[in-house]
């Protein structure tokens, strides 16, 4: 029986890469991959949704013929935890440009019974197959310099959640989105950061699954401190980023009836908008 | 064996409730349902994406235990024809608030056997049971009054793609994003118009999964005229609209690398905000 392979990352061998890499439960099983998560992803004591649906991109990148997410649906079902987890993909369809997977990520109970975490639909293709036109006149977000900006170091700002997927990310908030950490919220459900990995390690599509949810809820901006749980997450990866910073824009247009939905614009260090992404979430009032 | 029974249609016997009723294949094969896909809903030869969401969705309104989606997430895998369908559903996860499901609806190819054609996954929950706040300050589109807007039959606008679906629904286009079929796009990836169903059927949640998909692409304003077909579209549905016309918001900031998102808004006669969608196309220039 041959070693267990393990899905190697891409870029180098940085905090990221090493949390998000899968061991293949081969032979005789394709497609099931076995991880144990990291608790260097957690927020208070959830595994970030970010770090999570990277995990499953990274499980689709190997199952499918093609390595880039162009866009992929995760709907979250109950809380993960770190610790031990399968990633259980299926090839929904594979084509030239284009091919479907879905992916499932299950952990244990006190039985050791699977327990489904997130289930995941997703079209990969090949980045670089793309052509580099750029048609429209979207410009990048209005964020100051980074050295303007604001990270948990910087205290007093009391950036809420922080815990230890802080000391994985370098996350610098824009000043105008921060009155929520001084008491003064702006009622404008937006936010925005600069965001890069602490190691160093340059953006590649997978980070920006992680980029999407990394900043602290638009809900801080509008009012509200309570924990807003992601029903589904939806990213479209649009072009491969360049190395360097990237700078995450978060908007909400709509918060109503317990439920919000935050949009996040990824740009990358050339200017270019690398990713989008909507998500639904809950709002939990405390 | 007891008769199939036909999933009933929520508001009465119009063209749009006829044409999305499912058989369920009873007994023995729970959460299978068969339609017969209606020509009344193409578009040039193809099926529209919108109308296919909203059988998808009526299928899994049947098989979870909640009636409402709240988000929908849909990959288009191969084009869907006029014809026989099945529609194969999952339960995910069933949970007090909120239940996940997941349908493929398949087609049969020249030997009988099955084709799929799309993949949703999808969770449901109870529009009735949120709470009425809206906390963000979110506008309507500026519209003009609808009959300062423009349908098919007021030509000499060349509505590109119309057929069929162009007699099921009551669309009036705002002018200033009419440019495109004078031979004037504006260059802006917007699109706006006045929404309804032509047998004057009032809106209801799966009738806005038709909405979202119902415009001319917002490609023609930027200055293209080929297909667009959609590769993954998200809907989330936020409030059950009020009776009367809708009013369809679509916009398009990231046309690149031979993709474009549209982002549509979905606001009803009260002036709430009752569905947000994106969906990730392809452009097929010509």
Not at 2 to 29: K, M, N, Q, W
Not at 100 to 128: H, N, P, W
Request: charged letters at 20%.
């Amino acid at each position: 029986m041959p070693e267990a392979a393990t899905v190697r990352a891409t870029i180098g061998d940085s905090e990221f890469d090493r949390d998000t890499a899968l061991t293949r439960r081969e032979p005789g099983v394709p497609g099931v991959y076995d991880i144990d998560l990291s608790a260097g992803w957690t927020i208070i004591s959830a595994v970030n949704g970010g770090y999570l649906l990277a995990v499953l991109g990274r499980a689709l990148a190997d199952a499918l013929p093609h390595a880039d997410p162009f866009t992929i649906s995760a709907h979250y079902l109950t809380a993960s935890q770190p610790g031990p987890a399968v990633v259980r993909t299926d090839i929904v369809r594979t084509g030239r440009t284009l091919s479907t997977g879905q992916a499932s990520l299950f952990q244990y109970d006190d039985q050791g019974r699977e327990v489904e975490r997130i289930r995941v639909l997703a079209s990969y293709g090949d980045l670089d197959s793309l052509p580099d036109d750029v048609r429209t006149t979207a410009k990048p977000p209005a964020i100051p310099p980074m050295e303007q900006c604001f990270g948990p170091e910087d205290g007093p700002a009391p950036v809420e959640g922080s815990s230890a997927i802080t000391d994985r990310l370098m996350l610098r908030l824009d000043p105008s989105t921060l009155g929520w950490a001084l008491g003064a919220p702006s009622g404008n459900g937006e936010m925005r950061a600069w965001f890069g990995l602490a190691d160093g390690r340059d953006p590649d599509p997978l980070a920006l699954l992680l980029a999407v949810d990394a900043l602290p809820p638009t809900a801080f901006e509008l009012g509200l401190s309570g924990w807003v749980p992601t029903v589904e997450l939806t990213v479209h990866v649009r072009s491969r980023p360049a190395p360097g910073p990237l700078r995450v824009s978060i908007s909400t247009r709509n918060l109503a009836g317990g439920f919000l939905e935050e949009d996040a614009e990824v740009w990358d260090s050339a200017d270019r908008l690398v990713a989008q992404s909507r998500q639904l979430a809950r709002v939990r009032l405390r």
